[in-house]
């Protein structure tokens, strides 16, 4: 089945753990963009990346932890081709936890180091 193509818009809404809704909040999007900026840098790439709910995807793409999206796949029509990242949002929650209040945050700290 061909995924629909999503409008390129942030979505900040998802589901928890117990599915109950919930909604990134302004400093979890605030650590999102940041690394968003950290991986820019260190990699020279500079495709929009985006926080979504892959709940609302189908298919496989549910289950990812970031997706790659475009207007044109096989760039078919010749013209140039929006691609952006969508991240999803209970990722971006849970990750953020685990980052900033457990034993991982070496790593959080060796990836800024090499960015810079």
Same mark, same amino acid.
């Given at each position: 089945m061909?995924q ?10 998802? =589901?928890d753990?117990?599915?109950? !809704?919930?909604e ?5 999007l =605030?650590?999102?963009? =940041?690394?968003?900026?950290l991986?820019?840098q260190?990699?020279?790439c500079?495709?929009?990346i985006? !926080?979504?709910?892959?709940e609302?995807?189908?298919?496989? =793409? @549910? ?6 999206v475009?207007?044109? !796949?096989n ?10 990242i969508?991240i ?7 990750y ?7 034993c991982?945050g070496?790593?959080?700290q060796?990836?800024?180091h090499?960015a @810079?």
């Amino acid at each position: 089945m061909k995924q629909a193509i999503i409008e390129k818009k942030a979505v900040t809404t998802y =589901s928890d753990c117990w599915n109950r !809704p919930t909604e990134l909040t302004k400093d979890e999007l =605030s650590w999102f963009y =940041s690394q968003v900026d950290l991986a820019r840098q260190a990699t020279g790439c500079h495709v929009e990346i985006i !926080p979504y709910d892959h709940e609302l995807y189908t298919g496989k =793409s @549910v289950n990812a932890l970031g997706c790659c999206v475009t207007t044109d !796949p096989n760039n078919q029509l010749g013209e140039e081709v929006d691609t952006y990242i969508t991240i999803d949002c209970y990722f971006i929650d849970e990750y953020k936890f685990r980052i900033l209040t457990q034993c991982c945050g070496k790593y959080h700290q060796q990836f800024e180091h090499n960015a @810079v």
